[in-house]
């Protein structure tokens, strides 16, 4: 394998290294796009294995929806927008590779501790502490796929990255209800959790760490910058403002709707929990791979090579979809629901690339862990805090006697449609502008030489 520049770790000089810089070659580079995949997708299959059994937990430990939203979704969340910027400033300054591959391997050990949990508080603790892992996961893997593809490239290989979102949703929707139905829920995190710390092993003893900016036209010399300054500057950029709006809108309307609705399958149409899966992993898998794949082709086209067309066509599905969801979660056919999830899931992965690509486009090289880590702070307070917490709320309010039903979490649910619409709106906003806030990055870039 051919060796790509390595970056002198911080701790021990100075200065990065400064040798030459497009020496890794292609297997290497899409070797290293694969294994970011495959940690998205354990990431993505952990965090979301746990809504396909939130019936069955709510159950067992007799919780309303407002209390099993906390435990499930807002616990991990806390810590995970908590250490998001502090791992995101040491992904900026320190190895990556060691970072990303440390993280892994302490989260999967705390999904193992899920499994293991035997009471309420432990399975808390134990969400907590794999959201502290995760935060360092996807911000390492965002800045590192930025040193191995340049510019032109970089939405190609950041949606490759994204669909570990698809095969993750799958895993932990169609294989983790499976594994619950026959072994139980606390099962279904041990067969999560041990994968992915040899997965974390292997990160470690077999990806090289880069040289920051050697891809792009401006380099990337001298310290990174505060975090105050980074922020400065990216208020600077409306463009990239808007776009980190419209994926945690995205995230709110989309990925907060998916959070509840294996319960809404369960309690509305009477479906078991391996049911549920079944219902929902091929349409993650195949419609979200398709759509992902699609969108990948699509942005090769001439027609799109301006990146302001791929945002206002992004504007356009979203808009679509939200149509779609309303009445999703208002019909009560199971089998025009079926039919309608075909459009509105795999309308949940096509956004994923591109505004991973565009938001580091817009970014200076020393910067993207940190704006990756201002969208994932928001995107997750949005879907993993605001939405289950709000539905869940909602749900017990609507609910007789607060009693949490099929029709208090449906009238729930609809209330969180909407946002869809206004995410649409960010996307075709932060349109204007884009071009003058690219060259802006460039020359910030230039400008720390």
Same mark, same amino acid.
């Given at each position: 394998?051919?060796?790509?520049?390595?970056?002198?770790?911080?701790?021990?000089?100075?200065?990065?290294?400064t040798?030459?810089?497009?020496?890794?070659?292609?297997?290497?580079?899409?070797?290293v796009?694969?294994?970011?995949?495959?940690?998205?997708?354990?990431?993505?299959?952990?965090?979301?294995?746990?809504?396909?059994?939130l019936?069955?937990?709510?159950?067992?430990?007799?919780?309303?929806?407002?209390?099993?939203?906390?435990?499930?979704g807002?616990?991990?969340?806390?810590?995970?927008?908590?250490?998001?910027?502090?791992?995101?400033?040491?992904?900026? $300054?320190?190895?990556? +590779?060691?970072?990303?591959? /440390?993280?892994? %391997?302490?989260?999967?050990? @705390? =999904?193992?501790?899920t *499994?293991?949990?035997?009471s309420?508080?432990?399975?808390?603790?134990?969400?907590?502490?794999?959201g502290?892992?995760e935060?360092?996961g996807?911000?390492?893997?965002?800045?590192?796929?930025?040193?191995?593809?340049?510019?032109?490239?970089?939405?190609?290989?950041?949606?490759?990255f994204?669909?570990?979102?698809?095969?993750?949703?799958?895993?932990?929707?169609?294989?983790?209800?499976?594994?619950?139905?026959?072994?139980?829920?606390?099962?279904?995190?041990?067969?999560?959790?041990?994968?992915?710390?040899?997965?974390?092993?292997?990160?470690?003893?077999?990806?090289?760490?880069p040289?920051?900016?050697?891809?792009?036209?401006?380099?990337?010399?001298?310290?990174?910058?505060?975090?105050?300054?980074?922020m $400065?500057?990216?208020? +600077?950029?409306?463009?990239? /403002?808007?776009? %980190?709006?419209?994926?945690? @809108? =995205?995230?709110?309307? *989309?990925?907060?709707?998916?959070?509840?609705?294996?319960?809404?399958?369960?309690?509305?149409?009477?479906l078991?929990?391996?049911?549920?899966?079944?219902?929902?992993?091929?349409?993650h898998?195949i419609?979200?791979?398709?759509?992902m794949?699609?969108s990948?082709?699509?942005?090769?086209?001439?027609?799109?090579?301006?990146?302001?067309?791929?945002?206002?066509?992004?504007?356009?599905?979203?808009?679509?979809?939200?149509?779609?969801?309303?009445?999703?979660?208002?019909?009560?056919?199971?089998?025009?629901?079926?039919?309608?999830?075909?459009?509105?899931?795999?309308?949940?992965?096509?956004?994923?690339?591109?505004?991973?690509?565009?938001?580091?486009?817009?970014a200076?090289?020393?910067?993207?862990?940190?704006?990756?880590?201002?969208?994932?702070?928001?995107?997750?307070?949005?879907?993993?805090?605001?939405?289950?917490?709000?539905?869940?709320?909602?749900?017990?309010?609507?609910?007789?006697?607060?009693?949490p039903?099929?029709?208090?979490l449906?009238?729930?649910?609809?209330?969180l449609?909407?946002?869809?619409?206004w995410a649409?709106?960010?996307?075709?906003?932060?349109?204007?502008?884009?071009?003058?806030?690219?060259?802006?990055?460039?020359?910030?870039?230039?400008?720390a030489?």
């Amino acid at each position: 394998m051919s060796e790509i520049p390595a970056e002198t770790d911080p701790a021990t000089a100075p200065h990065e290294h400064t040798g030459p810089a497009r020496s890794a070659s292609l297997a290497e580079r899409w070797y290293v796009a694969g294994m970011m995949c495959l940690v998205y997708t354990l990431s993505i299959s952990d965090r979301y294995s746990i809504s396909t059994v939130l019936e069955p937990i709510r159950r067992e430990l007799h919780l309303s929806d407002a209390n099993v939203a906390f435990l499930t979704g807002v616990s991990l969340a806390i810590f995970y927008v908590t250490f998001g910027f502090p791992l995101s400033a040491l992904i900026d $300054r320190r190895s990556r +590779r060691n970072i990303i591959g /440390v993280c892994l %391997i302490a989260w999967s050990a @705390l =999904t193992v501790a899920t *499994g293991l949990a035997r009471s309420y508080w432990q399975l808390l603790l134990a969400r907590i502490g794999v959201g502290v892992g995760e935060a360092g996961g996807t911000p390492g893997a965002n800045s590192i796929l930025s040193d191995y593809f340049p510019p032109s490239r970089r939405p190609m290989a950041l949606q490759v990255f994204s669909l570990g979102a698809p095969i993750g949703a799958w895993i932990g929707s169609q294989v983790a209800g499976a594994i619950a139905y026959h072994f139980g829920w606390r099962t279904m995190f041990l067969a999560l959790g041990v994968p992915g710390v040899l997965v974390g092993m292997l990160v470690l003893l077999s990806i090289r760490e880069p040289r920051r900016g050697c891809l792009d036209e401006c380099g990337s010399h001298g310290p990174a910058p505060s975090f105050l300054e980074t922020m $400065r500057f990216l208020l +600077r950029q409306r463009s990239a /403002v808007h776009v %980190i709006l419209a994926q945690s @809108l =995205t995230a709110l309307w *989309g990925w907060g709707l998916m959070w509840w609705t294996p319960a809404f399958l369960m309690r509305s149409y009477s479906l078991n929990v391996d049911q549920a899966g079944g219902l929902l992993g091929p349409i993650h898998l195949i419609g979200g791979s398709v759509a992902m794949i699609a969108s990948t082709w699509l942005l090769s086209r001439p027609w799109l090579g301006d990146e302001r067309r791929v945002l206002r066509l992004l504007a356009l599905i979203i808009a679509l979809a939200t149509v779609v969801t309303a009445v999703i979660y208002s019909t009560h056919s199971l089998a025009l629901t079926r039919t309608l999830f075909w459009f509105f899931i795999p309308s949940i992965y096509v956004y994923l690339g591109p505004g991973f690509g565009i938001l580091n486009n817009l970014a200076p090289p020393k910067m993207r862990a940190m704006y990756c880590a201002t969208l994932l702070f928001l995107a997750n307070i949005c879907n993993l805090i605001i939405a289950p917490q709000m539905v869940g709320l909602l749900s017990d309010w609507f609910a007789p006697h607060h009693a949490p039903d099929a029709q208090s979490l449906r009238l729930a649910m609809l209330c969180l449609v909407p946002t869809g619409f206004w995410a649409a709106w960010h996307y075709w906003r932060s349109a204007r502008g884009l071009v003058e806030d690219e060259r802006l990055a460039v020359g910030a870039g230039a400008g720390a030489r």
